[in-house]
């Protein structure tokens, strides 16, 4: 079996996330032999978002949403949670990783809520136009994770790593 390798950065975690991915389970790419990964986290405060890279909170965020979380924030947080696009529209990279598929927005939408599913289609395409932050629909939870961990993993190997280490504006 092959050793563990630890990712070269830290993933940040908002202390208020109330369902913390937990990136275990994980391997690197055949070139490292597919070797398990170990994940350093950290709990902390973000401003923005409830993921990012350590030393680089203002430059990287991801903002994760289950389906019932989703309507939730839509219909009764919906100015904080357009005050918060505003702020990770002023990063150099910012989704929203969404744990459910546009089929269950729009035909599974949770039961107790009286926000119309097109209502949230509809603010996705109109505040990625306005903010340019894309929502990220993921079929699942684990695949929402793994999508987070890539996207975080991209944007080190991109603009952090190494002796290309620079912030971005």
Known sequence: MTS???????????????????FTGL??????????????TEFVYL???????????DQITVERKSLVDLFGTL????ERF???????????RAIVVVEASWFEVLELPPSHSKLKPKTVF???ASWFA???????MMDNRRLAEIYTFRFLEKYWREFCDGETKRKVG
């Open 27 to 40: 391997f690197a790419d055949a070139a490292q032999r597919n070797a398990p990964l170990v994940i350093p």
């Open 47 to 57: 401003q923005t978002g409830d993921y990012s890279i350590q030393g680089y909170e």
């Open 75 to 78: 219909g009764q947080h919906r």
């Open 4 to 22: 563990p390798l630890t990712a070269p950065f830290v993933i940040l975690i908002d202390q208020r996330e109330k369902a913390p991915f937990r």
């Open 130 to 136: 306005r903010y340019g932050v894309p929502w990220i």
């Open 122 to 124: 509809r603010t996705a």
């Open 82 to 92: 357009e005050r918060e696009h505003q702020r990770m529209a002023k990063m150099h």
